[in-house]
């Protein structure tokens, strides 16, 4: 069962929630690399959409199925300086994916940065909460915000980078990969002193959950909601992030840094949504955020096929707000239902999205091929009412914090 406690060990640390966030931004935008080079690679190597899919599923699959392995076994024993060993195989396959000559080597090296980014993820998460203190929603927004910043980066990477310099444009992110190992080095002296004061202090942090007490049985249900929740989300998002260009080319006619432009609103919007996520949840509770989240855009996704631009670029706004308003609360939220587990339920639900992301990419390329890019469009768009089963969420109940 999960019980609810009253107490919680330290305070915010804002230096070290706001490093983790930056680094965050970095790791993403490196990622934010690969859905940035498909129109170069359409064009420069022929590559069809299913073969584009392809690569973001080697890189999403890579971090997702990885993610709850590393986020396992940190909870067991926490490996403080992973993050720069992750971050480094980052470097390699930023640094191979600039010069890879055939599209086998480009799958090659964006595992490499598939598996930095599951090496990443769980472990940054656990730095957010042990910097947080009481203040777990916002430091988790300020984690999150972090990386959808740096996945809001991919569309100016492909206009202002790689559309002028190619494939080895990405040659420049060798220098992103870089400060972050360096910041990270910084990072996890912290994270290894705060293990080693714990140790002599005889103290484990205590958790404090806004859950009632709840069943196994009832844990496992929420989970599963939850879940669900992340599936219908990152599926859209993914398909905004990765294909809806190729809709706004061939739908309105625009250039591809026009339409790499209105990407980029929704993603800007997106981390915005993510960065307020966390502090209204902390007011209003995390299943109402999560519900708001869900309500708001469905139907405004079910219009966006059919409406002009100017409405596209107005509802892309308000859509990328709100679907990403719960990213960060949704881990916050599994977290609390699993208080003992923090770095396997962030990268259970984290790792998930990547998951959902990869499979995500696959299907859409296939339907793009199959039945053409408009018609895709109209099928993804029904994709955010699946998250109406967050309605059968259990209610949280407002925290307030103790003394150690």
């Known amino acids: 069962m999960t019980t609810k406690s009253s107490t919680m060990v330290g305070n915010p640390v804002y230096p070290i929630m706001f490093a983790i966030g930056g680094v965050h931004l970095l790791n993403d935008s490196l990622q934010a690399v690969i859905p ?37 076994l940190s909870d067991r024993k926490p490996k403080p300086y992973a993050l720069p060993i992750g971050m480094t195989f980052s470097l390699v396959g930023i640094a191979g994916l600039a010069f890879a000559p055939e599209y086998w080597m480009i799958l090659v090296f964006v595992i490499f940065l598939g598996f930095g980014s599951a090496v990443f993820h769980p472990e940054g998460s656990r730095v957010s909460f042990m910097a947080a203190g009481p203040k777990r929603g916002l430091s988790q927004s300020i984690y999150q915000v972090g990386g959808n910043s740096g996945q809001a980066l991919a569309p100016l990477i492909s206009a202002y980078i790689l559309l002028p310099l190619g494939q080895r444009g990405a040659a420049v992110f060798i220098l992103v990969a870089a400060l972050a190992i360096y910041i990270l080095m910084k990072i996890s002296a912290w ?23 709840l069943t196994k049985k009832q844990i496992g249900v929420a989970l599963t909601l939850l879940l669900v929740i992340i599936f219908a989300r990152s599926f859209y998002v993914i398909n905004i992030t990765n294909f809806y260009i190729f809709h706004l080319i061939e739908t309105y006619g625009l250039t591809i840094p026009q339409g790499q432009l209105c990407i980029f609103l929704f993603l800007a919007l997106g981390a915005a949504g993510t960065f307020f996520g966390g502090p209204i949840a902390d007011k209003i509770g995390r299943k109402n955020t999560i519900i708001l989240s869900l309500v708001v855009p469905i139907p405004l996704c079910l219009l966006l096929p059919y409406v002009p631009l100017f409405a596209v670029i107005l ?8 679907i990403m308003l719960s990213f960060s609360v949704t881990v916050v939220y599994a977290q609390e239902l699993v208080p003992s587990k923090i770095g396997t339920m962030a990268g259970l639900t984290v790792g998930l999205a990547f998951g959902m992301g990869a499979i995500g990419s696959v299907v859409i390329g296939i339907l793009m091929d199959d039945i053409g890019i408009y018609q895709t469009m109209i099928v993804v768009s029904f994709l955010p009412i699946i998250g109406l089963v967050g309605l059968a969420l259990p209610k949280d109940q407002k925290i307030v914090a103790g003394n150690a």
């Open 315 to 322: 509802l892309l706004l308000v859509i990328g707000f709100f």
């Open 191 to 213: 994270y290894k002193e705060q293990l080693i004061q714990e140790k002599l202090n005889n103290r484990k942090r205590v958790i404090l959950s806004s859950m009632e007490n």
């Open 36 to 72: 940035a080079m498909f129109p170069i690679l359409e064009k420069s190597m022929g590559l069809s959409f299913t073969q584009l899919g392809l690569i973001a599923f080697a890189l999403n699959m890579v971090a997702s199925v990885l993610q709850p392995v590393v986020g396992y």
